[in-house]
């Protein structure tokens, strides 16, 4: 099992640890509505060196990317990432990747529901990636994901006034202690979102800086089950959730991720035929009020006549007060504004609704 640098400091912080997909990580506090407030109000850093890391120089890799991945690499400026994704030959998603231009080679990061030896042997043993340059550098680096409605406050703090003009999706160098660190801004919340990617030489000294400049703005160290519900009600795609369940993009509602122009990707063909042959199923957004109580994955989602779907998702949102649920539907019932039917056709109302669900914070902050 792959165990984090920084392991320490965070169970340090309150942090408990557990195993997803042979990677100790950093799961959550004794309060995790703490951290989601934390996150919804002020900033939250998160470890997300479980990510697989990989480079790939720029002039070798890019035949090697658009082959394996659905995005187009091909169009990718210098200093921009692509959000797409891995699957297998049968087009079912394996990892959520983010590949950045970062000067004259690509760094990509994945989240993945594979352990790194599977993601690597699909990588570099069925597609012969070493043969375009890959390598792996899962081990040489550290991810700190600061989010939140103030982390443009702390990533000022640390990295200086320039990193204000970030914009979303893109990556960016700056010094830390002396050391090359990359910025990518991104995240999955809702809020401001900053990946860190730094040496392991400097990574306890990053924590310990972070740490000081989110707790000045009354914000809290989070583990990773937070970031669980923070995409829920973010309407952000989770494939350690909705996505290890569903599995097809299509019916995930992933299609921006593809370059449909290229489906010669792993599992385009596939695809392809799915998209010709009509999608027969879609995830929608749901809420269901608290009193009814806890709702699990795979209950029924029920109509007047009987069993329509099922819950895929679901957690309690600390910002509305209540559940909020993705179920995958038919096609044709998968859209907001319907009532249907929790576990029977007499079981508590459930509403299909459009999401995000409100508006975050970071939407309507001013910069300065």
């Given at each position: 099992?792959?165990e984090?640098?920084?392991k320490?400091?965070?169970?340090?912080?309150g942090?408990?640890?557990?195993?997803?997909?042979?990677?100790?990580?950093?799961?959550?506090?004794?309060n995790i509505?703490?951290?989601?407030?934390?996150?919804?109000?002020?900033?939250?850093?998160?470890?997300?060196s479980?990510?697989?890391?990989?480079?790939?120089?720029?002039?070798?890799?890019i035949d090697?990317?658009?082959?394996?991945?659905?995005?187009?690499?091909?169009?990718?400026?210098?200093?921009?990432?692509?959000?797409?994704?891995?699957?297998?030959?049968?087009g079912?998603?394996?990892?959520?990747?983010?590949?950045?231009?970062?000067?004259e080679?690509?760094?990509?990061?994945?989240?993945s529901?594979?352990?790194?030896?599977?993601?690597?042997?699909i990588?570099?043993?069925?597609?012969?990636?070493?043969?375009?340059?890959l390598?792996?550098?899962?081990?040489d680096?550290?991810?700190?994901?600061?989010?939140?409605?103030?982390?443009?406050?702390?990533?000022?703090?640390?990295?200086?006034?320039?990193?204000?003009?970030?914009?979303?999706?893109?990556?960016?160098?700056?010094?830390?202690?002396?050391?090359?660190?990359?910025?990518?801004?991104?995240?999955?919340?809702?809020?401001?979102?900053?990946?860190?990617?730094?040496?392991?030489?400097?990574a306890?000294?990053?924590?310990?800086?972070?740490?000081?400049k989110?707790?000045?703005?009354?914000?809290?160290?989070?583990?990773?089950d937070?970031?669980?519900?923070?995409?829920?009600?973010g309407?952000?795609?989770?494939?350690?959730?909705?996505?290890?369940?569903v599995r097809?993009?299509?019916?995930?509602?992933?299609?921006?991720?593809?370059?449909l122009?290229n489906?010669?990707?792993?599992?385009?063909?596939?695809?392809?035929?799915?998209r010709e042959a009509?999608?027969?199923?879609k995830?929608?957004?749901?809420?269901?009020?608290?009193?009814?109580?806890?709702?699990?994955?795979?209950?029924?989602?029920?109509?007047?006549?009987?069993?329509?779907?099922?819950?895929?998702?679901?957690?309690?949102?600390?910002e509305?007060?209540?559940?909020?649920?993705?179920?995958?539907?038919?096609?044709?019932?998968?859209?907001?504004?319907?009532?249907?039917?929790?576990?029977?056709?007499?079981?508590?109302v459930?509403?299909?609704?459009?999401?995000?669900?409100?508006?975050?914070?970071s939407l309507?902050?001013?910069?300065?």
């Amino acid at each position: 099992m792959r165990e984090l640098l920084l392991k320490n400091k965070f169970m340090a912080n309150g942090i408990s640890f557990k195993e997803r997909y042979g990677i100790s990580i950093p799961f959550t506090s004794d309060n995790i509505e703490h951290e989601y407030n934390s996150v919804r109000n002020a900033v939250g850093l998160s470890d997300f060196s479980f990510l697989q890391k990989y480079t790939i120089p720029e002039d070798k890799g890019i035949d090697f990317l658009n082959n394996v991945f659905a995005g187009n690499v091909e169009n990718l400026r210098f200093g921009r990432v692509l959000h797409t994704f891995l699957s297998d030959e049968n087009g079912n998603i394996i990892a959520d990747c983010y590949i950045a231009n970062n000067d004259e080679e690509f760094l990509i990061l994945c989240e993945s529901i594979v352990d790194d030896s599977q993601l690597d042997k699909i990588l570099f043993e069925d597609n012969n990636g070493a043969d375009f340059g890959l390598k792996n550098i899962t081990n040489d680096l550290v991810v700190l994901s600061i989010d939140g409605s103030n982390a443009w406050k702390t990533a000022k703090e640390i990295f200086g006034v320039s990193i204000l003009g970030l914009p979303y999706l893109s990556i960016e160098e700056f010094q830390f202690d002396g050391e090359k660190i990359n910025v990518i801004r991104a995240g999955k919340t809702g809020e401001f979102g900053y990946y860190v990617i730094a040496m392991n030489k400097v990574a306890e000294k990053l924590f310990d800086t972070a740490l000081e400049k989110i707790k000045q703005v009354e914000g809290a160290v989070c583990g990773l089950d937070v970031h669980n519900i923070l995409r829920l009600d973010g309407r952000f795609f989770n494939i350690f959730s909705e996505g290890a369940i569903v599995r097809n993009p299509l019916y995930l509602g992933l299609q921006w991720m593809i370059d449909l122009e290229n489906m010669n990707f792993i599992g385009g063909q596939s695809l392809q035929n799915q998209r010709e042959a009509g999608v027969g199923s879609k995830i929608t957004g749901m809420t269901i009020e608290k009193e009814y109580g806890s709702v699990a994955i795979g209950d029924k989602i029920c109509d007047e006549n009987g069993e329509i779907g099922y819950i895929v998702s679901a957690r309690h949102s600390y910002e509305l007060d209540k559940t909020v649920a993705l179920a995958l539907l038919p096609f044709e019932k998968a859209y907001s504004g319907l009532k249907f039917y929790l576990k029977t056709p007499d079981g508590p109302v459930v509403n299909t609704i459009s999401m995000p669900p409100f508006t975050p914070k970071s939407l309507n902050m001013k910069l300065d």
